[in-house]
Structure formats: structure tokens, C-alpha cells
């Protein structure tokens, strides 16, 4: 089998990312490498800062980045996208311009004779109660149809501002800031690792968790059967896992590598 390759966070659009547009260039030619190795690719959500669908408009911009994406669905190669906390409004734009297969919650799915459980990871295993209801009110339909109800101009230029706010709140060292999220916090603190044990009890037969959303470069494992992969980012880390059929490797993007 050809590899299959899982990305996550790119943010693409952020107006707290200096140079946007080499920002998207780095993440196609990446995509332009991997294409003829590539069985599938799954983006495991966040890969564009804000994104919100209206019924006969989507925000303007990303015309490199989905046109490579359009690109490797006319190939035959499978491109799966999941939406994040930053994407939740994906409607239909992105399956029937681009042909990707849109993924709105976690997934369980069987690769050769492994078994991978893929999520953005928002929400899971995280107990803030000030986060949790934010995702409640991005999620909520009703909320969603309101906000259908702005303009565009005015829609878009709120959730990119916010947007914004959020990524130098939790990426300060784009403008040489301080703070931050926090680095891994342990097995027994990370969200992400506590979902993962919970889940694992019930269904054992999982391989892989594979998960966004942290901006943080982690691969444990759990047991000699199971581990967790969280993805990093394509904003300072440029990481993405790739699944030869055999291992499964967490791996940093440097331009002229094989990959």
C-alpha cells in the first residue's frame, strides 16, 4: 500500500501569522511531495483559522491550498477533513468543490489490520468549563443560523478577529510574546492522554489515537499495542504523521526530504 499521512492545525488565514501566503505555499508544496506516495491524507481539523460557510458564500483566500487539495482528489488520492474548533462551520463547499470526504465527529476505521481512532480533540478529555461552553455555543444550531444572519463583512471580519485574539493568546512566540498554552502535561494531566486510557478500557482493540488541536509534538505509547499521537502543528512545528502500512512514524517537514 501507498502511505497514508495525518496533519492537523495549519490555521491557514490567521491574521497573527506574519507571512501568510509563504505560510500556505510551505503547507502545498508539502502536500505537491507527498502526492505521489499518497494513498490518502486525513487533516485532523484547524486548517484554516476561521472558516464559515453562508449558503452561497465562503470566505475569500486559500486558492493555492484547495486548489492542491482538488488536485489530489482528481488523483484518486482520498482527502479526509475533519472539522476543529476553529472550522466547526464546514457545510458542503469543501466535498463538492474539492472532493474531500468531511468527517464532522471522531472516527474509528481500520487501516490493513490496525486500528485508528482519529479526532481533532476539542472537547475531549478537557474539563474547562469556560471551553466547554464556548464549543457548546459554536456547535449550537441556533446560534449558527443567527449568525448566518450578519452580513458576511461583518460575520467574517468578527471571527477573524477572533480568531486573532486567540492565536496570540495561545501562540505568544509568533510576536515574541510570553505565556502561552501550556507544554505536555503528563500522563496523568493531559486531556488528551486521560480521554485516550478512558476510551481504551472500552474498546481495547484500538492502535493508534491519533489527535490536533494541542499544538504540541507527541507520540506515547499506552501499551505495546496502543499509542497516542498528537500532531504539533503547521504554524511553528510542521509536523504530520505518515502510516506505511507497518509503523507509524511522527515526522517534522523539512522542503526537499523524501517524505
Known amino acids: 500500500m501507498k502511505n497514508i499521512y495525518f496533519i492537523s492545525d495549519a490555521h491557514l488565514g490567521s491574521l497573527a501569522i506574519p507571512h501568510p501566503r509563504e505560510h500556505e505555499r ?9 502526492k505521489d506516495k499518497a494513498e490518502a491524507i486525513y487533516m485532523l481539523g484547524d486548517m484554516f483559522d476561521f472558516w464559515f460557510e ?34 466547526i462551520w464546514c457545510l458542503d463547499y469543501l466535498e463538492k468543490e474539492c472532493g474531500v470526504t468531511l468527517h464532522l465527529n471522531a472516527l474509528t476505521l481500520e487501516i490493513g489490520d490496525q486500528t485508528f481512532f482519529l479526532a481533532h480533540g476539542d472537547g475531549l478529555g478537557d474539563g474547562d468549563w469556560k471551553f466547554r461552553f464556548i464549543r457548546a455555543v459554536f456547535h449550537n444550531r441556533f446560534c449558527q443560523r443567527a449568525f448566518r444572519c450578519l452580513h458576511p463583512y461583518f460575520g467574517m471580519k468578527f471571527g477573524l478577529g477572533w480568531a486573532k485574539r ?6 505568544p512566540a509568533l ?8 507544554p505536555y502535561q503528563g500522563e496523568d494531566r493531559e486531556p488528551l492522554i486521560l480521554f ?17 488541536h494541542r ?11 496502543t499509542r497516542v ?24 517537514y523539512a522542503e526537499g526530504e523524501d517524505h
Open 54 to 87: 453562508y449558503k452561497t458564500v465562503v470566505p475569500k483566500g486559500f486558492t493555492r491550498f484547495l486548489g492542491k487539495v482538488s488536485e489530489l482528489t482528481d488523483m484518486g488520492i482520498e482527502v479526509h477533513y475533519f472539522t476543529g474548533n476553529h472550522d
Open 196 to 212: 485516550a486510557k478512558q476510551y481504551l478500557r472500552e474498546h481495547p482493540d484500538i492502535d493508534y489515537f491519533i489527535f490536533g
Open 26 to 34: 510551505r503547507l502545498v508544496r508539502f502536500l505537491d511531495e507527498i
Open 229 to 252: 499521537i498528537i500532531l504539533g502543528d503547521w504554524i511553528t512545528q510542521f509536523t504530520f504523521a505518515v502510516y506505511d502500512g507497518e509503523q507509524l512514524y511522527l515526522e517534522n
Open 166 to 171: 486567540s492565536r496570540l493568546k495561545h501562540e
Open 175 to 182: 510576536h515574541n510574546g510570553e505565556g502561552g498554552d501550556p
Open 215 to 225: 499544538h504540541i509534538e507527541l507520540d506515547l505509547a499506552l501499551s505495546r499495542q
